[in-house]
């Protein structure tokens, strides 16, 4: 009896002490998942606490006299003469007049107040509207950076001011007579890379990034596809295959740069190819999501089941006609999920893109595949270095646009997984 009862408290004990184990590890996973949670988080608020700003832009709206005397114009249609006139006086006259108290002793300090690109807008505007030569016009343009730091970061000790006294108690009464205001960044959105943080915009590296990455989808993945067929449904199984499913395993692993160091080498010092074109981008990033696709191509053909396959050939069908007309359509919801996540990948590399170039300042918008262009990340590599720290709230709005574009091609994959997926 003493024995049984032994017997059972071992068990009792045995179980209290695996289920102390049970909760101890769930716990620790719970704990792992808070503090991912946590860091991703932090990681989220610090970039949207720093790059909401960007979406901003500060403009000053006021009445230009467009005197032609005072621009040294007379027919604004000569472009030797739009090319020798003064667009800087009209504005600084302008704003002197919004200005309580402001002389012409202040010109300086009020010029100070107005983006040295507002002029060319003038200049623009009145080009193309040459009957305005003479008129009065309420425009509006965008401030100078320094404003619009001091607008939209006063007391942020991150950011600097460089505005005296006199400018901020000017800028404080034009923003309550609502001459100074913020609105949507149009410009952030419109525009190239520009010197000026205020006129800086992502429309060339968003087009840049579309171009690289159709060339990198129009090659990787059909080459993709049919070497994943290949190696599964028509390769010999012999050493030389092995070898080769080997090494598209171990490619998947090499760090980008890698094959950054191979374009460089290959594409641009062997054949001579342009350096910063998005025809060489994708040629490297075809090479970098390859061995992605081949691999999630691969299992997705494996999924598809034997039956299958032996049932289209007991009807006649031949090799190539069960791979083609029912192992491929079977096979692609998943291959095209696999290719997205790798699309999703190729669209977040920075590394290889350096090497062949993509890091050059770029204000035009490309409009070609063999136009100089920069790339999504690159842009921000950039806007993250430079000395200006106006560009931070830049680089923070560009990562934002660039992880929605990432949480939307991924959250596309999981969506067409879903939809397409079919149950055995």
Do not use: C
């Amino acid at each position: 009896m003493n024995n049984q009862r032994s017997q059972a408290e071992i068990v009792r004990q045995s179980l209290k002490s695996r289920y102390r184990k049970e909760r101890r590890f769930r716990a620790y996973g719970v704990l792992a998942i808070a503090i991912a949670l946590g860091a991703l988080l932090t990681l989220f608020t610090d970039i949207i606490g720093k790059g909401y700003t960007g979406f901003l832009k500060t403009t000053i709206t006021m009445e230009v006299q467009l005197d032609g005397e005072m621009m040294y114009l007379d027919d604004p249609t000569d472009e030797r003469q739009i090319k020798m006139a003064d667009f800087v006086e009209p504005l600084v006259q302008a704003l002197i007049k919004e200005i309580p108290g402001a002389t012409e002793d202040d010109r300086d300090q009020v010029r100070g107040l107005i983006n040295p690109y507002a002029s060319v807008t003038l200049r623009d505007a009145l080009t193309a509207n040459p009957d305005w030569l003479g008129t009065s016009r309420t425009m509006t343009f965008l401030s100078h950076t320094n404003v619009d730091v001091y607008v939209k970061h006063a007391g942020d000790d991150a950011y600097s001011i460089k505005l005296n006294d006199q400018q901020k108690a000017w800028v404080d009464e034009l923003q309550e007579r609502g001459v100074i205001e913020t609105s949507f960044n149009d410009v952030f959105f419109s525009g190239g890379d520009s010197r000026d943080p205020s006129r800086a915009g992502i429309l060339g590296a968003i087009v840049g990034s579309l171009l690289t990455m159709f060339v990198t989808l129009i090659l990787s993945f059909p080459i993709g596809v049919a070497a994943a067929i290949y190696l599964e449904e028509f390769a010999p199984q012999n050493k030389f295959t092995d070898f080769i499913e080997v090494n598209i395993n171990n490619l998947a692993a090499v760090p980008s740069i890698i094959f950054g160091l191979l374009g460089l080498a290959v594409f641009i010092n062997l054949f001579g190819m342009p350096r910063s074109v998005p025809v060489v981008g994708g040629l490297v990033l075809t090479l970098m999501t390859l061995p992605t696709i081949i691999i999630s191509s691969r299992a997705a053909i494996k999924s598809v089941p034997p039956s299958i396959r032996e049932a289209a050939e007991g009807i006649g069908a031949s090799k190539m006609q069960v791979v083609l007309h029912h192992v491929l359509p079977l096979a692609m919801p998943g291959m095209l999920t696999g290719s997205i996540i790798g699309m999703a990948q190729a669209l977040g590399e920075t590394a290889p893109l350096l090497l062949i170039g993509m890091v050059a300042f770029i204000v035009d918008v490309p409009d070609g595949f063999l136009d100089s262009a920069t790339v999504l990340p690159v842009q921000v590599f950039l806007w993250a270095g430079s000395p200006e720290l106006a560009f931070i709230e830049r680089a923070s709005a560009a990562i934002m646009v660039l992880l929605t574009f990432l949480i939307s091609m991924n959250a596309l994959a999981i969506w067409m997984r879903k939809r397409l997926e079919r149950r055995w």
